[in-house]
């Protein structure tokens, strides 16, 4: 059984059955390090709208067993389901596509470091949307590293969360080819 196949037995949500996991697929489309531009500002394709299944199978596959966190009825009666601090990082790859900030989907990718800052809980019911900035980008040790800030706002214009991430990215189209040959 490959990889992909595999990974089907695991959506347990509607958006999760509809989310392109095969991360190769539309890869020639993602930003590369070699075109990145510090500084530009874009928005994430789609907007994710918060729904208790989705927290409570992100929170469930976080290992988590508050039932705060997992127990739909209990969380009603006692202010509500609470989201995993890391249940931003699932938004981010829901709200983008191959536009802006779709380099943390390219295969070959590895993760040195994230930074999350919550400013609010995340509510079932609000439509959440991304703003995407390109913050750095460096070689050290011959590795390409790029840096963003993605922003989340509800409807309202609320700010919830800053998710800082670095990644280590191959740095060109050809690059990423490579990766996927093996």
């Not at 489309?29 to 510090?38: C, H, L, R």
Request: glycine share 8%.
């Amino acid at each position: 059984m490959n990889e992909l196949d595999r990974l089907k037995q695991y959506p347990a949500t509607a958006k999760q059955r509809r989310f392109e996991w095969d991360f190769a697929k539309g890869a020639e489309k993602y930003e590369v390090w070699d075109e990145i531009e510090i500084g530009a500002t874009g928005e994430g394709v789609q907007t994710f709208q918060i729904e208790e299944e989705d927290v409570v199978s992100f929170n469930t596959a976080s290992l988590e067993t508050d039932p705060a966190m997992v127990d739909v009825d209990h969380a009603r009666q006692n202010g509500g389901l609470v989201a995993h601090p890391l249940f931003v990082v699932s938004i981010a790859f829901y709200c983008i596509e191959t536009g802006m900030g779709s380099w943390i989907r390219t295969p070959g990718a590895s993760n040195p470091g994230q930074r999350i800052e919550l400013f609010e809980p995340f509510e079932i019911g609000e439509e959440i949307s991304a703003r995407i900035t390109h913050k750095d980008k460096w070689i050290r040790r011959g590795r390409c590293y790029l840096e963003d800030q993605w922003d989340f706002y509800n409807e309202h214009g609320t700010l919830k969360a800053t998710w800082h991430v670095r990644l280590l990215v191959p740095r060109t189209r050809d690059n990423i080819r490579e990766f996927q040959t093996l």
